[in-house]
T-cell receptor, first 109, second 116 residues
Framework: GQNIDQPTEMTATEGAIVQINCTYQ??????LFWYQQHAGEAPTFLSY??LDGLEEKGRFSSFLSRSKGYSYLLLKELQMKDSASYLCAVRDSNYQLIWGAGTKLIIKP | DVKVTQSSRYLVKRTGEKVFLECVQDMDHENMFWYRQDPGLGLRLIYF???????EKGDIPEGYSVSREKKERFSLILESASTNQTSMYLC???????????????FGAGSRLTVL
């Protein structure tokens, strides 16, 4: 079967760095996505990786290793507004998205 | 600002009632999707549509139907609501009609349905 694993919850301190991991086992691979979802709000797109390596976008970076079935989202200089759930999703060989359950990130002052 | 609008944020219905969840996008997107989101589970695809009057079953279509009479509107219908359909329902749309490219989803804010 197809599976996306990510930690259920993480806690970090304002100003620090946090890494949220995502491992996947899917039927084929056509890209990996990270979305951010604040409580009670719509998920919003953060990043897309289709080739191995690191993609940097301001305070957020996303890394992909296709051979290891592994990605991480790195958040630097954490702010209270980064408290949210982070959803990892992989597009499989049929171009369908398989979603992880999400990681709830709690930022403490 | 691009938008996906879901008509109801909160609904409470009784078992057996017919429920309509409406979704409208103003971005001229070709693709529209209905997901449900439950605690501890990833988003699960109910139905999707790549064109007007076209629909495809997702992973969990049982108990649901959809309608897409106009490009901008995609409706989810629960013919006879049951308690196990209590959930958050998310509508999304995307532009890229081809399978390549990022094909980023734009989501609505969600409709939280409670079936008593």
């Amino acid at each position: 079967g197809q599976n996306i694993d990510q930690p259920t919850e993480m806690t970090a301190t304002e100003g620090a760095i946090v890494q949220i991991n995502c491992t996947y086992q899917t039927s084929g691979f056509n890209g990996l996505f990270w979305y951010q979802q604040h409580a009670g709000e719509a998920p919003t797109f953060l990043s897309y990786n289709v080739l191995d390596g690191l993609e940097e976008k301001g305070r957020f970076s996303s890394f992909l290793s296709r051979s290891k079935g592994y990605s991480y989202l790195l958040l630097k200089e954490l702010q209270m507004k980064d408290s949210a759930s982070y959803l990892c999703a992989v597009r499989d060989s049929n171009y369908q998205l398989i979603w992880g359950a999400g990681t709830k990130l709690i930022i403490k002052p | 600002d691009v938008k996906v609008t879901q008509s109801s944020r909160y609904l409470v219905k009784r078992t057996g009632e017919k429920v309509f969840l409406e979704c409208v996008q103003d971005m001229d997107h070709e693709n529209m999707f209905w997901y449900r989101q439950d605690p501890g589970l990833g988003l699960r695809l109910i139905y999707f549509s790549y064109d007007v009057k076209m629909k495809e079953k997702g992973d969990i279509p049982e108990g649901y139907s959809v309608s897409r009479e106009k490009k901008e509107r995609f409706s989810l219908i629960l013919e006879s609501a049951s308690t196990n359909q209590t959930s958050m329902y998310l509508c999304a749309s995307s532009f890229d009609a081809s399978s390549s490219g990022a094909n980023v989803l734009t989501f609505g804010a969600g409709s939280r349905l409670t079936v008593l």
